[in-house]
C-alpha cells in the first residue's frame, strides 16, 4: 500500500509531497523505482524491512536511489505513529522521534563541510552572477547523509528569480555526486528563505529539503556563523504555492543536527 504525505507542512497543499510504502520487502529496485516515478514526487520511502528493531528504508526520486531524503523520513515516521524509531538507512542510521501533534525530529548522521570547487561552472548554470553572492556565507559543499553545494546571495528577488539551464546543472550534479543545491538567502539572524534545485532526481524544484537543512545546519555550525545551540528556522517552497517551514536545531555536544517539521496525510 503507497500512502501520500506533505512533509514539512500542516496543509495537504503545501509542504513536500512524498510517498510511503511502509512494506516494500517483497519489491526490488526496478519496482521501487518504477513506483517512484510513478508518483512523480521528489522522493518515495521504501521500507524493506526492521533488522535488529531499525526500520530499513530506502529512498528513490523518480531518476534514482537517493541516499538520505529528510522529508520522506519526516512523512515515513509520522506515518508509523508517535514515539521513537530508527531508521537505518544508506547513509547510516537516523533517530527520529515523533510527537502526539504529528511533528518528527530527525537526527542526522555526523555533517562534514568542505570546499566548493566548479564554482564558476555551477553558477553559469544558475544563471548567476559572482557579485550577487553572499560573502558572509561562502560557498560549501555539506554533508548529513547527502551532497549539497551551499550558496547563498544578498537579494530575495534573486533567490525568487530562479531559472537554471537543467541540462548544464544535471550534468555538473551527477558528475559531482551533488543530490541537491542548497540556494540561500539569509533574512535574518537565525532564518533563512532556500531554495533547491533537484535536476538528478528528475525534479525541478524540490519543495522541502530536509537533508539538505541538515547539511546547512552543519556548515553554519563549522563555520561558526551560528551558536553552537541554534534553533534556525527555513522557509522553502513559498516561490512554488507549496510553502513549507522547516526547523533545524544544534545540541552542544551532539554530532548530528536535528530537523523537525511535522507531515499530513494528503488526499
Known sequence: MISRYAAFTEDPAGG?????????SEFDDAAMLRIAAELGYSETAFVTGRPEGAYRVRYFSPLTEIPFCGHATVATAVALGPGDHLFR????????????????????????????????ELLAALGW??????????????????????????SRKRLAGLDYDVPALKSLMTERDWTTIQLVFRAGEDTFDVRNPFPVGGVYEDPATGAAAAALGGYL????????????????????????????????????????GAAVPMP
Open 16 to 24: 513536500n509531497p512524498a510517498g510511503v510504502v511502509l512494506d516494500a
Open 89 to 120: 538507512t544508506n547513509a547510516g542510521d537516523v533517530p527520529v522521534t515523533v510527537d502526539d501533534a504529528g511533528v518528527a525530529t530527525l537526527i542526522s548522521v555526523a555533517p562534514s563541510v568542505r570546499p566548493l570547487d566548479h564554482l564558476t
Open 129 to 154: 552572477p559572482a557579485g550577487d553572492l553572499d560573502p558572509a556565507l561562502p560557498p560549501r559543499v555539506a554533508y548529513a547523509g547527502a551532497h549539497h553545494p551551499i550558496v547563498a546571495v544578498t
Open 221 to 260: 555550525r563549522e563555520l561558526g556563523l551560528v551558536p553552537d545551540d541554534a534553533t534556525l528556522l527555513l522557509r522553502q517552497g513559498d516561490d512554488l504555492g507549496r510553502p513549507s517551514r522547516i526547523t533545524v536545531r544544534l545540541v552542544p555536544g551532539e554530532p548530528g543536527v536535528r530537523v523537525s
